[in-house]
C-alpha cells in the first residue's frame, strides 16, 4: 500500500484549510500549524501545480482528506466514479484522516454544489448508514461524518441531530468531526442550546473538530439568521463553545476553515495560533 | 425522500417551483440553500471564464451565468470542469449574436482551465530527438503532451485574450487566429500559430507520422515555417515521446 506507513491519526494540535494561494508562507512559517486540510474535490484533476502541491504538502504535513461532494444523504446510489475518484486520492496520500458531511449535494445526475439538510428519521438513518458502510468498505479506512450548519428543520424529524450521528457512529463505526461554528449557527438559527447539543455527542467519537467564520443576515421574515460562510473570523461565542468541548472531550486536532474572502496567510496563521492556545490550556 | 428530493433540487435551481407544504418548521429559509447555490455556480463560473466576465462586465456575466446553472447544472462534484456548454450557451443566446467571437474566447478559457489540470508528462529530452534518423524523419510519430490544446478560429482570439489579460497589449485585429496552449511547467501558455500550423499539429494530434503532417501542413500554406513550429512545441515541453512506425 503506497505510503501506508504516513497514514497515523490528526495530532491534537491545530490545522488549517489549505489554500493554494498560502502555498510559500505556510510552508516558510507554518506558525503553531501542524496539520493541513484539503478539499477533496479540489485534487481530482489529472495533474499539473494543484497535485505538484499537495505531493509537496504530503511529504511535511499530517493531511486530512475532507470531501464535499459525496452526498451521503443522497436518496441517489453513491456515484462510483466519484468513489474511485475518493479512492485514488486516498490510496496515494496515505491521509492521516478522511471526512465527509451529513447532507446531501446531488440530485439525479445534477450537482448542485452545497450540503442540503436531511430530514432525521430512521429512514434516512439507514440510508445514510449503508452509504457510510459502503464508503468505509470502498475506502478500506474509517471515515469522519461532519455534523451540518442548519438553516430549516424537517417537521418529520424523530432523532435529534446528536443523537442522529451518535446512531450513525455506532452503527457504522465512523467517527465524527465536530464542526463548531456549524454547532453555534444552527443553535441560533433552530433555537436550542449548543452547550447542550455538544454534551449530548458521543465525544470519545469525536476525531476532529472544525472552526469557521459565521455571518450575521435576516431571513426572508426580517428575523436575524446565521450563514455559515467561511469567510470571517471565528467570532467569539464560538471560541467560548470550543473551550467548553475541549473542556469535556480533552484535545482534540482543531482546524481552522476559511474558504472565502480568503485573508493573507499571517491572519489565518494568527487564527490557528488562537485554536492552539486553546488546545494549550487544556494540559495548563 | 426521491420524490421530495426531486422538489428540494428543482426548487434549488427554479425558484418559482413550488415547495411541498409542512416540510419545514421555517420554510422561507430554504432559500439560503437557493442563494449559496446559484452564488457559488455563479462564481465557479465567473472565475471559470475569466476572459469571458472581462468583456461582458460583472452584471452581465452574472446574469448569464445565472441562467445557465438553472439550464445546465455541473454533473459531477469537479467544478474544475464546470462550464463545458458555456461556449455553445453564449452561441445560442441571440442577444449576444453582435458578438460572435464569445463562443470561441469561452472555448480558449475552458482550455487553458483544462490544460492546466491535465496530466504532467515530461518532455522527451533533446538529445533523444536529435538521435532520430534524418533520413526518415517522415516516419517519425511524436507524442504530445496531456495538457497542449489546439483551438482554431475565425476571430483573433489570442489578440483578445491577451488584450484582456495582459497590461499594454496591442488591440485586437480583424484577423483569424489559431492559437497552441502547451504547459511548460505549471501555466498553460496560449501562443498564436502561424499559418499552417495549426494543420502540422491537428494531424499530429490525430497520431499521423511527421511527413503527413508536413503536407497537411503545406497544403494550409506553402510556406509554412515548420522550423519555428517544432521550436514553438519544444519550448512548451509538448513533445513527450518520438518511435518510428
Not at chain 1, 51 to 78: K, M, T, W
Not at chain 1, 228 to 253: F, Q
Not at chain 2, 50 to 78: C, E, Q, W, Y
Request: overall charge negative; charged content about 20%.
Amino acid at each position: 500500500m503506497p505510503g501506508a506507513a504516513r497514514q497515523a491519526a490528526l495530532p491534537d494540535a491545530t490545522g488549517v484549510g489549505f489554500k493554494p494561494q498560502h502555498f510559500n508562507d505556510l510552508c516558510a512559517a507554518p506558525g503553531m500549524v501542524r496539520w493541513l486540510e484539503i478539499h477533496a474535490e479540489n485534487y481530482m484533476g489529472d495533474g499539473g501545480r494543484p497535485l505538484a502541491q499537495l505531493r509537496h504538502l504530503n511529504e511535511r504535513f499530517p493531511i486530512s482528506v475532507h470531501g464535499v461532494g459525496l452526498g451521503l444523504g443522497g436518496s441517489d446510489r453513491l456515484d462510483p466514479d466519484h468513489l474511485a475518484r475518493l479512492r485514488h486520492l486516498c490510496d496515494w496520500l496515505a491521509p492521516a484522516s478522511f471526512s465527509e458531511h451529513l447532507a446531501w449535494s446531488s440530485h439525479d445526475g445534477a450537482f448542485l454544489n452545497d450540503l442540503l439538510p436531511l430530514p432525521y428519521t430512521d429512514a434516512t438513518l439507514t440510508r445514510v448508514a449503508d452509504h457510510i458502510d459502503q464508503v468505509q468498505a470502498f475506502l478500506g479506512r474509517r471515515m469522519l461524518l461532519e455534523n451540518p450548519s442548519s438553516y430549516v428543520s424537517f417537521t418529520e424529524s424523530t432523532w435529534t441531530e446528536p443523537a442522529f450521528l451518535a446512531e450513525l457512529s455506532r452503527r457504522t463505526g465512523c467517527g465524527l468531526l465536530l464542526d463548531i461554528n456549524n454547532v453555534f449557527v444552527s443553535a441560533c438559527n433552530l433555537g436550542f442550546s449548543p452547550q447542550a447539543y455538544v454534551e449530548a455527542l458521543p465525544l470519545d467519537q469525536v476525531a476532529e473538530i472544525h472552526l469557521g467564520g459565521h455571518e450575521a443576515q435576516q431571513d426572508d421574515q426580517g428575523a436575524p439568521v446565521l450563514i455559515d460562510s467561511h469567510g470571517a473570523p471565528v467570532a467569539d461565542p464560538v471560541w467560548a463553545l470550543l473551550d467548553h468541548t475541549l473542556a469535556r472531550s480533552g484535545p482534540r486536532p482543531v482546524l481552522i476553515e476559511w474558504d472565502n474572502d480568503i485573508p493573507d496567510w499571517p491572519v489565518l496563521a494568527a487564527e490557528a495560533g488562537r485554536a492552539a492556545r486553546a488546545l494549550g490550556s487544556l494540559s495548563r | 425522500m426521491s420524490a421530495r428530493e426531486e422538489r428540494l433540487a428543482r426548487n434549488l435551481l427554479d425558484p418559482a417551483s413550488a415547495l411541498p407544504e409542512g416540510l419545514f418548521d421555517r420554510p422561507g429559509r430554504f432559500a439560503i440553500h437557493r442563494n449559496t447555490v446559484t452564488a457559488s455556480l455563479i462564481e465557479a463560473l465567473c472565475t471559470g471564464f475569466p476572459v469571458i466576465t472581462r468583456l461582458l462586465g460583472d452584471g452581465v456575466m452574472k446574469d448569464l451565468a445565472l441562467r445557465f446553472l438553472r439550464a445546465h447544472p455541473p454533473s459531477s462534484p469537479l467544478l474544475m470542469l464546470y462550464g463545458e456548454g458555456f461556449p455553445e450557451f453564449l452561441e445560442a443566446d441571440t442577444r449576444l449574436a453582435d458578438l460572435g467571437y464569445l463562443g470561441d474566447v469561452a472555448r480558449l478559457d475552458l482550455a487553458l482551465r483544462h490544460a492546466y489540470h491535465a496530466a504532467d508528462a515530461p518532455p522527451l529530452p533533446a538529445q533523444q530527438l536529435a538521435a532520430l534518423p534524418p533520413d526518415r524523419l517522415a516516419e517519425v510519430h511524436l507524442d504530445l503532451a496531456p495538457a497542449l490544446r489546439l483551438l482554431r478560429s475565425p476571430w483573433p482570439i489570442f489578440d483578445i485574450w491577451r488584450f484582456n489579460t495582459e497590461t499594454n497589449a496591442p488591440a485586437p485585429r480583424a484577423v483569424a487566429q489559431d492559437v497552441l496552449i502547451t504547459r511548460p511547467a505549471y501555466d498553460p501558455l496560449p501562443q498564436p500559430l502561424p499559418p499552417g500550423g495549426a494543420g502540422f499539429v491537428a494531424a499530429l494530434l490525430q497520431g499521423a507520422p511527421l511527413g503527413e503532417a508536413e503536407d497537411r501542413a503545406r497544403a494550409e500554406a506553402a510556406d509554412v515555417d515548420l522550423a519555428a513550429l517544432f521550436t514553438l512545441l519544444l519550448q512548451g515541453g509538448a513533445i513527450i515521446g518520438a518511435s518510428l512506425t
